[in-house]
């Protein structure tokens, strides 16, 4: 069983950029594809952003598309989630997701992914 782990969250105000990172630890990292989600306080956990095993394809809800970048460093089995123009709104508990998957399918549902980390605190002031 893959584990993971999130790092890099933080208070940051409107505008600001921000990196998490995900390590995995456990199994091959090149045989999972891997996603982003986040939870605010009240709300359902929501997609974030999606990238398959290779990093070859990547997927980003249009919240956050043109702001957010998911990539991925399999020498490093990481995976990064770059935030640029931060705004109040994306203020939630960002969690990182494996799924063992070497096709390149759009994993956006988070009943799509069995691994998931414990979470990274975001917070964006106004």
């Known amino acids: 069983q893959v584990q993971l782990v999130e790092s890099g969250g933080g208070l940051v105000q409107t505008g600001d950029s921000l990196r998490l990172s995900c390590a995995a630890s456990?199994?091959?990292?090149?045989?999972?594809?891997m996603g982003w989600f986040r939870q605010a306080p009240g709300r359902q956990r929501e997609f974030v952003a999606a990238i398959t095993w290779s990093g070859g394809s990547t997927y980003y809800a249009n919240s956050v598309k043109g702001r957010f970048t998911i990539s991925r460093d399999n020498a490093k089995n990481t995976v990064y989630l770059q935030m640029h123009s931060l705004k109040p709104e994306d203020t939630a508990v960002y969690y990182c997701?494996?799924?063992?998957?070497?096709?390149?399918?759009?994993?956006?549902?988070?009943?799509?992914?069995?691994?998931w980390g414990q979470g990274t605190q975001v917070t964006v002031s106004s």
């Open positions: 997701a494996a799924e063992p998957s070497r096709r390149a399918v759009r994993l956006t549902r988070a009943n799509d992914y069995d691994h």
């Open positions: 456990g199994r091959t990292f090149t045989n999972y594809a």
